[in-house]
């Protein structure tokens, strides 16, 4: 089994990094992109003795900062 989890900085938080890609990417010839968030992505193996409730106190306490991060987890089977 196999959880993906994508953390990116929250809608409302300043995003430099993305700032810079979105700013590299006009510089490239391609002005039609107006926003880029840059985040993380993690994929973990597990054996399927986790519920997703620990997967998420997971998420929420090592995986991401919840002050300024979102995170997404999607559990595949």
Do not use: W
């Not at 809608?11 to 002005?31: K, T």
């Not at 107006?34 to 997703?52: M, N, P, W």
């Amino acid at each position: 089994m196999k959880a993906k989890v994508i953390v990116l900085p929250k809608q409302s938080v300043l995003d430099p990094q993305g700032v810079a890609v979105r700013d590299a990417i006009h510089h490239h010839g391609l002005p039609a992109v107006k926003a880029a968030r840059v985040g993380k992505f993690i994929e973990l193996e597990l054996d399927g003795s986790q519920t997703e409730a620990q997967l998420h106190e997971v998420c929420r306490d090592l995986l991401s900062n919840p002050v300024i991060e979102d995170y997404k987890l999607v559990v595949e089977g």
